[in-house]
Structures are given as C-alpha cells and as structure tokens.
C-alpha cells in the first residue's frame, strides 16, 4: 500500500528542501514530493510539527555478531539503530570468527535481512583475524557486499602492511578505515595521558599515540592513491592533519562521535565509570573544541557513534580491566541536536549532511534524497520532544552510555527503511 507522510517540515541539502511538504511513497521508493499530495488508497500519516530528513546512516557500530551474542547481536543492535531514527548501519568486522571472509560477509548480511531493523552495510578486515600479517580475502568479501576495510579495534601496526592492504585493495574501490593507534606507544593506556590519567592514577594513552598513525596513515593514502577515512577523530593535532591532507586534495575523510565532542577527560572522576573508557579515550575540552570546528568547518565528514556495547559484569569491573566502549545509537541524533543544532553552531542540513548523506558517499552506498525516484529511507524526528537518558530507555541489549543521566531535546519518532516502517510513534516495529 502506498504510504503519504503529510505536514513535515522537510530537510535535505541534496534536494534544495527546507520547508513544509508531502511525501508519497509507492512501495520502496518516493514517488512524488510536493505540497497537499492526495493518493486516494494511501495509508495517510499526519506529521504536523517534525522533520523529515534522508534516513539516517551511521558508518561505525559493532554489532557483535558473531561471536559476542552476550553484549549485542544483530537484531538488537539494528532495533537500537531504528530507535536511534537510523535507517542504515555499517557493521565492524571484530567479530568472532572476524569478519574477513566472503563467507562471514554473507552471514551478517543474511542474519540483517532475516531479523534486522534497518540496513546492515558489512565492512570487512584490512587483515586475517586482526592480526596485522596477512591481507584478508578482499575480492571475496566485495563480491558479498562487503563495502569497507577496516582492523577497527586495532590500527595495522606495519606501516608496509598497510601499504599492501592499500595497493592490493584499491582496485576495488571501497574506502580504507583507520583505527589510529600506535600499540607501542600506547601500551596499556587507560585514559587521555594528562592531568586526569595522573590524577587517578591510570595509564595514560597520549594524543600523540593516535596522531602518529594519522599522520603515516595519510602518506600511505598519498603514496598508494587509496581512499582513506579516519575513524573516530579525537585530538585537535589530529583534525589539523586531516584538514592539510584535504587542502592537499588527497582522498581523505573522517568521522567524529558524540562522546568526543560531548564528553571530556574531566567527566572521568574518583568514581571510575567504566561507561566513560572509550577508545580513543576522551579528551581534553580544547580536544572537543577542535573536533567540533571540524564539523562546522567541513573538516569532518560524517558523525557516527562508535556503538561499543558491553555486557553489564564486563563493565563492572575495575577500571583497568573493563573493556573499552560505550553504546551510541540511541542518543547520537538527540546529542547532535541538541548541542550542535539547537545551540546555532550548524544548520539542520549540515546534520542531514554528516548523519545521512556524507556516510552513504564514503561508503559508496546508494544515495537517498527526498525525492521522486529515491529509495524511501526516511528519518522523522520530533524536535521539541525533551527527554532524559536512563539505562531502562535503551533498546539495545546494553547500557554502557556515557550519557546516561544527559537531558536530551529532539528524538526521532518515525523511521522507514525501503517504504517499510521500521519505528511508529516512538515504538521500533
Ligand atoms: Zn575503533
């Protein structure tokens, strides 16, 4: 049946829309948009006082599965997503078995279309299990969908590992990921290496351990002509260098989380939240700051979450021994919102840009616009809903936020994937 989504105050930059209009949807894809669209047999859905945007994309979730069914698998992981007002997700390969096989690519595809909630876009290791040594079967996973390389978890320590990953995978066209991280610089690093990580007596993991293999990650990206993407940008130093690699005109983007502009090392206090351990671990405020003129200056090209979800005992361990990540899906779009949008720092199409349409394009996935043609994934949100985040509020099967507790305006109350209803009214169907 066909589908008209009426009085939204529609936004998409891709299609020039900024005002109130008529969707109608005709089975997966948007037939016509206008103003007082009438479609006798259509179910009518009076969005009176929301937005409506090209359906949401985040590029960076770990879904678990396989392997780590505990802390979240496919299905809540997605029904998380669609919580969140995501139509799409794109699945890190740290799996177990690891995701760098056509065989794996296939399962998480297959697992998604049987009882996923939103798009799954595989990514696929730069390395058999992680491990740095040996490239992963590129060609293999391509042919099954997947669409990006990644070791994220890890950042591939050899620089001439990277290089071959790089020259042999280019010519298939997907984007290379980078978890920056110098092990060897790193080491058992706990927190951002400064005031904090002495004040609590943690070890600290120094901005200059993610910066290096930035900074490497580039000339590799120059010297092999391959499409690199930095994950989860968190030093100032770090978004300069991107800013210069794309002044240069070389292939590079990056991405940017919620928690590293929301969040600072100094939430993490003698209470030792371990919701708060994230890698890269949070930083300084003039870290957040600069990330943040990253995003408004076009220096950042897309905002994911980084969805690190973790069982409760794993979490509540002792600060050293719990596990690094926090879950993000649920909270990115009202976060984003309500401290980048709200507070005037950018437009709603430059949210539309980063959450929607900057992902599918580094991704090299189908491109979606509100218009006639366009496949129908579409992100309604009510912006003046106000609401508070508590750990019984998730969806998704864990409750690591860092932001639990955060007062929240916008929340996303419709989502379609394909025409399809994935949320109704609040309520993930
Ligand atoms: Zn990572």
Redesign the pocket.
């Known amino acids: 049946m066909a589908l008209l989504l009426k009085n939204a105050h529609i936004v998409d930059p891709a299609a020039g829309l900024d005002g109130v209009a008529d969707v109608l949807v005709e089975g997966e894809r948007i037939a016509r948009v206008g103003e007082n669209l009438d479609a006798a047999d259509a179910e009518v859905i009076d969005l009176a006082g929301k937005y409506l945007v090209p359906g949401l994309v985040d590029m960076h979730v770990h879904l678990r599965e396989p392997g780590y069914e505990h802390k979240e698998d496919i299905e809540s992981g997605t029904r998380a997503a669609a919580h969140g007002g995501f139509t799409g997700v794109c699945s890190m390969p740290n799996t177990d078995p690891v995701t760098d096989n056509g065989v794996t690519i296939e399962y998480v595809k297959s697992v998604a279309a049987a009882k996923g909630h939103c798009r799954v876009f595989p990514s696929g290791a730069m390395t058999k299990g992680l491990k740095g040594e040996i490239i992963s079967e590129m060609g293999d996973m391509v042919a099954h969908g997947c669409v990006a390389f990644t070791d994220?978890?890890r950042g591939i320590q050899g620089a001439g590992m990277l290089r071959r990953a790089m020259d042999y995978g280019k010519m298939f066209g997907k984007v290379f990921m980078s978890?920056c991280q110098d092990e060897d610089l790193v080491g058992d690093g706990q927190v951002n290496e400064g005031a904090v990580s002495t004040r609590l007596g943690l070890l600290g993991w120094p901005a200059a351990g993610e910066e290096l293999q930035i900074s490497r990650d580039i000339a590799i990206a120059e010297l092999t002509g391959a499409k690199l993407h930095i994950?989860?940008i968190s030093t100032a130093h770090g978004v300069e260098l991107v800013r210069e690699a794309k002044a240069k005109g070389l292939p590079v983007t990056c991405e940017a989380t919620p928690h590293h502009m929301f969040l600072t090392e100094d939430a993490i206090d003698g209470t030792y939240n371990t919701s708060l351990k994230v890698?890269p671990p949070l930083r300084t405020a003039a870290d957040a700051e600069a990330v943040i003129a990253g995003v408004i200056d076009g220096t950042v090209d897309a905002i994911v979450t980084?969805h690190a979800p973790h069982a409760d005992w794993e979490k509540a361990r002792e600060f050293e021994l719990a596990p690094f990540g926090m879950i993000g899906l649920e909270t990115s779009l009202g976060l984003v919102y309500t401290n980048l949008v709200k507070t005037g720092k950018i437009s709603l199409a430059r949210m539309v840009e980063l959450m929607a349409i900057g992902p599918r394009r580094i991704l090299g996935v189908e491109p979606v616009s509100i218009a006639a043609g366009s496949l129908a994934d579409i992100t309604v949100f009510d912006p003046e809903a106000t609401w508070t985040v508590t750990a019984d509020g998730f969806e998704s099967q864990a409750k690591n936020s860092g932001f639990i507790g955060a007062s929240i305006t916008g929340r996303a109350t419709d989502v379609f994937v394909g025409g399809v209803a994935t949320m109704r009214d609040g309520v993930v169907c």
């Open positions: 994220d978890g978890h994950q989860h890698n980084d």
